[in-house]
């Protein structure tokens, strides 16, 4: 059983990432997220924009053939504005926009115009709750020109409408950005204080968990793949995003971990890192064995089946607001379910820590079907 909520929950939104053992086909993976109630992080093909005579134009007719199918067939709850309104990463100094280099009143005013012409457009195609533009991933705020630059590039988007959901995955809380950045992207293992995290929630700002190194082939139990929809349902955050649905350096049916790849932090920060075994592994290249799409796996299996709990949890919470009487009963199951997604707690790689008896989230579940059958 699963209790169906309309519309659907936001909850988890994972981007695809990119492949060396296989080209992605984005069709097939969109379907197969559908399947898990996940969304796809973008939808492609994406409108097209282009500087002319000074000023930002934008053709998005294959994108709202493709976004029209996204919403409606699929029934995906999310996506990120495109990827050309992405600022920067870790250390690194915004991007050129259309050519224009940051710092100038041209990048400025170019900015602006782009999210304006998509904040509208999707407007008025009433695609707006749908959407966060997603600025900087994981901004080093350490550095103080890199405090500055988000805050920059916050404001060009706050000037065209407060109301735009600008995302970063901060990880921490970062008082700098507070009252500016209003999406943050934090740590469910208590590196964004939970005092924080209220203040953030109170004054308006909407909060999805982010999970860089915590679903891991190395992780017995497939906790946090599990448990993550109960720290949303725990903490009022409405979804998560996670990298990677597919991502491969060698034959993931060979070798679960990658290869050491090149990073660039920042202009003076560069190594070669290895990533976490598995982090990008929830889908496998059917193609590699002779079969047509992606192939499921026993993780991105818990990530439905965790998914499928907070729908049930949810429907449980809006059980015991119409029947009172039934509190006493409601009650305890929620705060069991709550207790499950505790923070601080020991993180991802520690999953037999952070879920010492896996079927504890069994008996809460099946806690919660036969209080909804009554």
Known sequence: ???????????????????????????????????????????????????????VMMDATAFDRSAERYFNELHMAVAYFPGIFYSFGWGHTPRPFLGLKYPSPEYDQAYGEGVKLFWEHVKAKGWADRFSLYVSDEPHDQRPEVIENLAHAIRLTREVDPAVPVYSSTWRHVPAWDGLLNHWGIGQYGCFPLDALKQRQEAGDKVWFTTDGQFELDTPYNACERLLPYYCFAHDASGYEFWALAWYTYDPFRFGWYSFLYHSFSAEEHSYDRYPNGSGHLAYP??????????????????????????????????????????????????????????????????TEILPDPDALLQVRAKAWRLLGN
Do not use: W
């Open 1 to 55: 059983m699963a209790t169906s909520i309309h519309p659907p929950p936001t909850l988890s939104i994972v981007r695809f990432g990119s492949c060396r053992t296989h080209e992605v086909a984005e069709g097939s993976h969109s379907e197969r997220c559908a399947e898990h109630r996940i969304s796809a992080n973008h939808i492609l093909p994406e409108p097209k924009f282009a500087l002319t005579d000074g000023h």
């Open 286 to 351: 059917g193609e590699l064995l002779g079969l047509d799409g992606p192939l499921s796996s026993i993780r991105l299996e818990q990530v439905r089946e965790g998914i499928e709990d907070y729908e049930t949890l949810i429907a449980l919470k809006r059980l015991a607001e119409q029947r009172p009487e039934l509190r006493a009963r409601i009650d305890p199951v929620l705060a069991e379910a709550r207790a499950l997604a505790s923070i601080p707690n020991a993180g991802g790689y520690r999953s």
